[in-house]
C-alpha cells in the first residue's frame, strides 16, 4: 500500500486504494474493515482500558512515584502567593499527587529560618533570596533551587496622602523616610535603583527601613513613614484606607520583573525529582488558572487564613482594575502578572544589584550561579507538558527604567555605571 | 453574715458600673469620630465577637474557630510551663540551700530573667531549628525565674524550728526533704507558679506572633495583618478570660494547701 | 554515784557576747530537774547546747557515759511553740518522728501501736485526725510530749513547754507530766519562768546567775514528799520557804552580782 494511512494501520485499516492482502477489492470500506468478533472485543476492551488509564493518569497518579506526596509549604500573605494558594484550593497539588499544608509566616526572616532548618519543605522566597542563600550571606552556603518564579510585577511605591501631587519623580523623594519589606527583596533594589537613577543616594539622601508590609500600612497612617515600596496587596489597601496613594507602579519601572519566587532546596530536587517535577507541574497549571480567572478566584484568595484581606482590595489587584487614591482610575490587567518561567538574566541582575549596594561581594560568573539557581528547563518542561508556549532560550533583555540590560552588562550595572 | 453579703454586691456593682462607663465613652468617642478610623468602635467589637464565638470551634481550613487557635496555644504553654517548674523548683532549691551557689548564680539569674522573650525567639529558633519547640523554649526559659527565685527565697524563710525539730527527732536527709521541707516551701511553690504561668501566657502570644501557624498569638497577628483591630482586641479578651480562669483555679489550689485555715 | 547527765565546763557565746561562763551540773538518773533565772541568764541556750541543737564552745556534756555532739531522740525536747508540723495530722506528727527514731527495728503495725498508745496517754486519742490549725494550744503541746515520750528517750528535755499557755492549761498538764514522769521514770531537765511550776515538779531546782557569762549560781533540794498534790502544796510549811528563798535569791541577792562560782556540787546542798 502506498497511501500513508495504509502503512500505518496495516492490517486494520483498509482505504479505498487499498490493496493488501485481506482487502476483498471490495467498495464497501466498511466490510472491508470489519474485524471479527474476537478482534473487536479485544481491540474495545483494549482501547477502553487504555481510555481508563489516560484518564486516571490525567487525574491522578502521576506517570511516576512521587516519593515524598506529603508537604509543607511556607507562604507570605501577599498577592504574589496567589499561585500556591489556587494550587491548593483549586486542587492543582492533588492532581500531580501532592498533599501539601500551607503554612503561613509572619516575615521574611521567620520563614527563611524554617526553610534552612528544614520546617517547610518549599518556601515562597523573595526572588533574591535563593540567591542569597546560595552564597551563603547569612551562614552556610544552602544550595538553593528555583521551582518556578511565582509572580512578575506586583508591587508599586505607595507614597502618604499629603504628598499628593507633590511628588513627580525620584528626585522628590529626598529627605523621605521609605520601608521596604527586607534588605534582600526586588523592592529594596528597585527602590535603590529608581532613587539612583535620579542621583538621589539610597544610603544618604533617603532612610530605608525594613518593616512588615501591614505595620506599613499603619505606619504611614500615624506618620511613623513617607512611603514605601511594597508588595500588593498593602498598596491598594492603603488607598483603601485612604491613608495614601499610588504614586508608582513596579511594572512601569521594569515590565516583567521578578517578584516573588517558589523555591525548595538543590537537595531536595536531587533527593526527591518526581516530587519536585510534580510541584512545577501543579504550580505551573495553578499559575495559569490564576492568570484566566483573576476575578473568580477573589474570594477564595482574600479568606483569612490565605491573604486575609478585604475582597475588594484583592480585586483590585488582579485584575487591574483599580483607584489610585489620587483621583485615577485604572485598567492595567498586568498590574500583576504569572509568568512562571525563571529567566536567567534576571538573576544576573539580582546578582549586579546585590553586588553593587555592598550586600554580596561576588567575584564569580554570574552565569553559572543563575544556571545552578533557575531551572529553565524543567519549566520549559512543565510548560510544553501542559501544552503551553514556553521560550526556547534561557536570557532575554531587559528594559529596566529606560535603560537596556544584558548579561554582558553585568559588570557595569554592579558597579552602578548606567 | 448581712455585712459581707451588702459588701459583695457593691463589689459587684461598682465592676460592672465602672466597666459600662468605659464601655459607653468609648462608643460614643467612636461614632462621634473623635478616634483613627483604625480604631474600633465597642459595637464593632462586640459584632465581631459574635460571630467568632459562632465559629468557635470551626474547623474550616480557610478560616478556623478561635477555639482552635485557642486550643494549640494552651498546648504550647502547657508543656512550656510544665519545663519551667521541672527546671525552676529543684534548682530553686538548690540555690536557695547552698550559699555558695547561690551567690555564684545571682548575676546569671538576674540577667536572664530580664531579657524579653522577643529576644529570645531567635536564641530559641537557633537552639532548636523548630519553630514550635522554639515557642515552647521561649515560655519555658521566660516563666522559669519566678519560680526559681521564690522558691529559693522560700528556703530561707523556713522556720529554724522546722529544722531544729527534725534534727532532734532524727528526720534527716530524704525523709526530711520529703516530709518537712517540701510541705514547709509548697504554698510558696504554688504561689510562684501562679505567677510563673502567668508570664507563660502573657509569653505565648509573643512567640506566637512569630513563629505560629496556629495559637491565639499567630490569630492576633493575623488580624493585624488585616489591620483588624476588633480581632486583635477580641482576641485579647479571649486571652485575658482564660487567664483569669487558670488564676482563679490557682487560687483554689493555694488555699487547700493554706496550712493555718480551719478545715 | 555517777551522773547520769554531767555538763563540765560549758562555755558559749554569741560573736563578742559571752552568755555562759562555765557551766557545771550533774543530773541523776529518773531525776526531775529545773533550770530558772532572770530572762537572758542563758537557761535556754543551755538546754539547747545538752538537746544538741547549739554547740558548746569550750566544755563537753556526757550522757550516760557518752559525749553528745549532735541532736537526737535520746534527748526528746518539747519546745515552748510545741514545733507541730502544720501539714501533718496529729497522729502523722508523732509517727514520723516515732519512724525516724527507730526505723526498721519495728515494723509498721507496732509503731502505729506506739503513736496510738502514747497519744492515749495523752488524752488525745479522740483527735489523732486532726491539724495543728484545729486544735487548742495545750491539745498541741499534749502531742508535742507524746511525741517526745514515743521515741523513748534517754532525757526529755522541756523548754518552757507551758509558757504560752493560760493558767489553768498549764495546772492541767503540769499535773499530766508529772503523772506521766512518774510511771515512766524519765530523766527531765526543764526551762521554766513559773517558780511554782519548779517547785511542783522538781526534784531540785537549779538558779542560775545573770548574763553575761552565766553560770549556776544555787541548786536548791526541793524536799517536799511525792507524790505531790497542788492543794497540799500550797499549805506546806516548806513549800513557803522554798519560794520565799528562791524569790528573794532570784530578786536580791542576784542582783548583786554575785558570782557565786559552784565546781561540783554538792547532790543535797542549799
Known amino acids: 500500500m502506498n497511501t500513508r494511512a495504509g502503512k500505518t494501520f496495516r492490517g486494520l485499516i483498509h482505504v479505498k486504494s487499498c490493496s493488501c492482502r485481506d482487502c476483498n477489492a471490495s467498495n464497501n470500506i466498511l466490510e472491508a474493515n470489519s474485524l471479527s468478533r474476537r478482534e473487536f472485543t479485544l481491540a474495545f476492551a483494549g482501547a477502553v482500558l487504555t481510555m481508563l488509564y489516560d484518564v486516571k493518569s490525567a487525574i491522578a497518579s502521576p506517570p511516576q512515584e512521587v516519593e515524598k506526596p506529603e508537604l509543607t509549604i511556607g507562604f507570605i500573605p501577599i498577592t504574589c502567593a496567589t499561585p500556591l494558594f489556587t494550587a491548593s484550593i483549586n486542587k492543582f497539588f492533588d492532581k500531580y499527587g501532592l498533599k501539601v499544608k500551607l503554612r503561613k509566616f509572619s516575615g521574611w526572616a521567620e520563614i527563611r529560618d524554617a526553610f534552612i532548618s528544614g520546617e517547610i519543605d518549599g518556601a515562597h522566597l523573595l526572588a533574591p533570596l535563593p540567591i542569597a542563600l546560595s552564597l551563603g550571606v547569612s551562614g552556610n552556603p544552602i544550595p538553593t533551587r528555583l521551582v518556578a518564579m511565582q509572580n512578575i510585577n506586583g508591587q508599586a511605591i505607595t507614597l502618604s496622602s499629603k504628598y499628593r501631587g507633590k511628588v513627580k519623580g525620584p528626585q522628590d523623594l529626598k529627605g523621605m523616610v521609605l520601608a521596604v519589606p527586607f534588605d534582600f527583596s526586588m523592592h529594596n533594589f528597585l527602590l535603590r535603583h529608581y532613587l539612583a537613577s535620579a542621583g538621589v543616594d539610597p544610603n544618604k539622601d533617603v532612610q ?84 484566566k480567572n483573576r476575578q473568580a478566584i477573589v474570594k477564595d484568595v482574600s479568606a483569612r487564613e490565605y491573604l486575609n484581606q478585604p475582597e475588594q482590595v484583592v480585586s483590585a489587584v488582579l485584575t487591574g482594575n483599580f483607584d489610585d487614591g489620587r483621583g485615577g482610575k485604572h485598567s492595567i490587567p498586568d498590574r500583576i502578572d504569572f509568568d512562571p518561567y525563571p529567566w536567567k538574566s534576571f538573576a544576573v541582575w539580582i546578582l549586579s544589584q546585590m553586588s553593587r549596594w555592598n550586600y554580596v561581594k561576588f567575584l564569580g560568573d554570574p552565569k553559572k550561579l543563575a544556571d545552578a539557581i533557575y531551572d529553565t528547563e524543567g519549566v520549559r518542561k512543565a510548560m510544553a507538558q501542559l501544552g503551553l508556549k514556553a521560550p526556547s532560550s534561557d536570557y532575554k533583555t531587559e528594559r529596566i527604567m529606560g535603560k537596556t540590560f544584558d548579561v554582558k552588562d553585568f559588570e557595569r550595572w554592579k558597579q552602578g555605571r548606567i | 453574715m448581712k455585712e459581707t ?63 482552635i487557635h485557642l486550643y494549640h496555644s494552651i498546648k504550647r504553654v ?56 522554639a515557642a515552647i523554649f521561649v515560655i519555658a526559659i521566660c516563666s522559669v525565674w519566678p ?59 509573643a512567640a506566637e ?36 480562669l487558670v488564676d482563679f483555679l490557682f487560687v483554689q489550689i493555694e488555699q487547700n494547701f493554706n496550712y493555718n485555715r480551719r478545715r | 554515784m555517777k551522773a547520769f547527765l554531767s ?186 519562768h513559773d517558780i511554782d511550776e519548779a517547785i511542783y515538779l522538781s526534784d531540785r531546782i537549779v538558779i542560775m546567775s545573770n548574763g553575761p557569762s552565766a553560770k549556776i549560781f544555787e541548786i536548791v533540794n526541793i524536799s517536799i514528799k511525792r507524790p505531790r498534790n497542788r492543794k497540799d502544796l500550797l499549805n506546806h510549811s516548806e513549800y513557803r520557804e522554798l519560794k520565799g528563798h528562791l524569790l528573794y535569791t532570784l530578786q536580791e541577792r542576784l542582783k548583786k552580782q554575785e558570782a557565786h562560782m559552784t565546781e561540783k556540787v554538792n547532790i543535797t546542798g542549799m
Open chain 1, 208 to 291: 530605608i527601613r525594613v518593616m512588615r508590609p501591614p505595620d506599613m500600612v499603619a505606619a504611614l497612617a500615624a506618620g511613623n513613614i513617607d512611603g514605601y515600596l511594597a508588595p500588593d496587596p498593602f498598596n491598594q489597601r492603603a488607598v483603601h484606607e485612604g491613608v495614601g496613594f499610588i504614586h508608582i507602579l513596579s511594572k512601569e519601572l521594569w515590565n516583567g520583573h521578578p517578584c516573588c519566587s517558589f523555591a525548595v532546596k538543590e537537595d531536595f530536587s536531587k533527593k526527591f525529582p518526581n516530587t519536585y517535577r510534580a510541584l512545577q507541574l501543579s504550580f505551573v497549571e495553578a499559575a495559569q488558572y490564576v492568570r
Open chain 2, 5 to 67: 453579703f451588702s459588701k459583695s454586691i457593691s463589689v459587684i456593682f461598682i465592676s460592672i458600673t465602672a466597666t459600662s462607663l468605659i464601655f459607653g465613652v468609648w462608643e460614643l468617642l467612636a461614632l462621634s469620630g473623635q478616634l483613627l478610623k483604625i480604631f474600633p468602635a465597642p459595637s464593632q467589637i462586640y459584632d465581631f465577637a459574635t460571630s467568632e464565638i459562632k465559629n468557635f470551634f470551626s474547623g474550616n481550613e480557610g478560616s478556623l474557630g478561635i477555639g
Open chain 2, 78 to 133: 502547657f508543656v512550656g510551663f510544665l519545663i519551667a517548674c521541672i527546671v525552676g523548683i529543684p534548682i530553686g532549691i538548690l540555690l536557695g540551700f547552698s550559699g555558695v551557689f547561690g551567690k555564684a548564680f545571682y548575676p546569671h539569674v538576674h540577667i536572664l530573667r530580664q531579657v524579653s522573650p522577643l529576644a529570645w525567639l531567635p536564641i530559641g529558633l537557633a537552639l532548636t531549628r523548630n519553630s514550635e519547640y
Open chain 2, 147 to 205: 519560680i526559681l527565685l521564690t522558691v529559693a527565697s522560700s528556703i530561707s524563710f523556713v522556720p529554724k524550728a522546722y529544722y531544729e525539730v527534725s534534727a532532734v527527732f532524727g528526720i534527716k536527709g530524704f525523709k526530711f526533704m520529703r516530709r518537712v521541707l517540701l510541705p514547709s516551701i509548697l504554698p510558696q511553690i504554688i504561689a510562684s507558679m501562679r505567677i510563673g504561668f502567668g508570664i507563660s501566657w502573657m509569653v505565648i502570644v
Open chain 2, 209 to 244: 506572633m512569630l513563629v505560629g501557624n496556629r495559637g491565639i498569638g499567630y490569630f492576633i497577628w493575623n488580624e493585624w495583618n488585616n489591620l483588624n483591630l476588633s480581632g486583635v482586641i477580641f482576641a485579647i479578651m479571649v486571652i485575658g478570660t482564660f487567664g483569669i
Open chain 3, 7 to 192: 555538763i563540765d565546763g560549758v562555755h558559749k557565746s554569741y560573736g563578742k557576747n559571752q552568755v555562759l561562763g562555765g557551766v557545771y551540773l550533774n543530773v541523776n538518773y529518773g531525776e526531775f530537774v529545773s533550770l530558772i533565772g532572770h530572762s537572758g541568764c542563758g537557761k535556754s541556750t543551755l538546754l539547747r547546747i545538752v538537746a544538741g541543737i547549739e554547740k558548746a564552745d569550750k566544755g563537753n556534756i556526757l550522757l550516760d557515759g557518752s559525749e553528745i555532739t549532735e541532736p537526737g531522740p535520746d534527748r526528746a525536747v518539747v519546745f515552748q511553740d510545741y514545733g507541730l508540723f502544720p501539714w501533718f495530722t496529729v497522729y502523722e506528727n508523732v509517727y514520723h518522728a516515732v519512724d525516724s527514731a527507730f526505723g526498721k527495728s519495728l515494723d509498721k503495725t507496732q509503731k502505729k501501736d506506739l503513736v496510738i498508745n502514747y497519744l492515749s496517754l495523752v488524752g488525745l486519742e479522740h483527735h489523732i485526725n486532726k491539724y495543728p490549725s484545729q486544735i487548742s494550744g495545750g491539745m498541741k503541746q499534749r502531742v508535742a510530749i507524746a511525741r517526745a515520750l514515743a521515741v523513748n528517750p534517754k532525757m526529755l528535755l522541756l523548754d518552757e513547754p507551758f509558757g504560752a499557755l493560760d493558767a489553768l492549761t498549764r495546772n492541767t498538764l503540769q499535773d499530766e507530766l508529772l503523772k506521766i514522769w512518774e510511771n515512766h521514770k524519765k530523766t527531765v531537765l526543764m526551762v521554766t
